[in-house]
């Protein structure tokens, strides 16, 4: 008597044993392929940042100019000094400027970041409702964005002169562009005037991908303007509103051009590390300078990690959790699971 075995496989048996080694081998290319059409990228990236970075680093261990050796003779040219450029940023005769300098950034940046958000929120819900004139409107708003900064600058110099609109309108004889905690307040003016537009353009784009059937529903449901607004929009922009927040802060934290021409250099009240990095350069300590530029990127990196962990825009990282979550199998339509 011959008996014969079925040699057709299960269907629970080998596609199910096979599936998770073929779906290894995907990602597996799938992340080489990526690896491959990023690779220019990053190699650009490399050249662009990452070597200007790590010279500036190198510059700053060095010193130029005279000085003498550990036998007492004169020696001209680099010097190798270590960290003293940097003892010399915090603690030394240099740490004063460096203090100052770091307040003020951190001023500019706070003050200037938290009006515009306000007002580009403003802007984006104005250019976002449908009347009369619309286009005019969007236009005006995205003018002073438009202006370049330095032309900008003389333009409210010439406002906060202590014969100028400014003082004519307020009926004071405020000396604006003098040294003064006046003048940190025309820059803010200056710089909230001229790139609030630009977090209202980010908002308005956020405000055009959310449903009109969201709010239709949201009145049906009784919800008033302002619950509408914290409910919904708020939460919907959100994206769009920490991108621009993000970009805003790493541009006000190198700002250079604005106070430089607006109020001059060299003046305490309004001077950046940016500025103060320049002066250096400018007088050829180019090892000092390089140390205020690396403190100063490091402080900016600080700030924008920070900026992405805490309010939760870190989306690389939530696209890698959802990846690798494990997937439930669903049981093939036709077969049935046997209890072991």
């Given amino acids: 008597m011959t008996t014969t075995r079925n040699k057709t496989p299960s269907a629970a048996g080998t596609p199910a044993a096979g599936a998770p080694r073929g779906r290894r081998r995907d990602v597996q290319g799938t992340r080489r392929l990526a690896a491959l059409l990023l690779s220019p990228t990053l190699l650009v990236l490399a050249l662009v940042i990452g070597y200007p970075v790590l010279a500036g680093f190198r510059e700053s261990l060095y010193a130029r100019g005279e000085g003498l050796d550990a036998e007492g003779f004169v020696v001209e040219g680099d010097r190798f000094v270590g960290l003293d450029n940097y003892t010399a940023i915090f603690q030394g005769d240099r740490a004063d400027a460096f203090w100052n300098a770091f307040g003020n950034t951190t001023f500019f940046t706070l003050t200037t970041v938290v009006l515009e958000t306000v ?122 509103l920490l991108v621009a927040v993000l970009f805003r802060m790493l541009d006000v934290l190198r700002m250079f051009d604005l106070p430089a021409v607006l109020i001059g250099v060299n003046q305490r ?72």
């Fill in 269 to 340: 009240s309004v001077e950046t590390l940016t500025m103060i990095a320049w002066f250096e350069a400018s007088n050829l300590r180019y090892g000092s300078a390089a140390a205020y530029a690396t403190v100063l990127f490091l402080y900016i990196a600080l700030i924008a990690y920070l900026f992405v962990k805490l309010l939760g825009a870190d989306i690389i990282g939530e696209a890698r959790q959802q990846t690798r979550r494990p997937r439930r199998s669903k049981p093939v339509k036709g077969t049935r699971r046997v209890p072991a």
């Fill in 119 to 240: 007002i580009g929120v403003a802007m984006a819900l104005i250019m976002h409702r449908a009347f009369r004139g619309r286009a005019i409107v969007r236009a005006s708003i995205l003018v002073p964005w438009a202006i370049p900064t330095a032309i900008s600058g003389l333009l409210w110099r010439w406002i906060f002169q202590a014969d100028g609109a400014a003082n004519a309108v307020l009926r004071q004889e405020i000396l604006w562009t003098a040294d003064g905690f006046p003048a940190k307040m025309a820059v803010v003016i200056a710089e909230v005037w001229k790139t609030s537009p630009f977090i209202g353009l980010l908002v308005l784009a956020g405000l055009q991908m959310i449903p009109r059937d969201v709010y239709e529903a949201a009145r049906v449901d009784g919800a008033g303007p302002v619950q509408q607004f914290w409910r919904i929009t708020l939460p919907l922009v959100k994206p769009a």
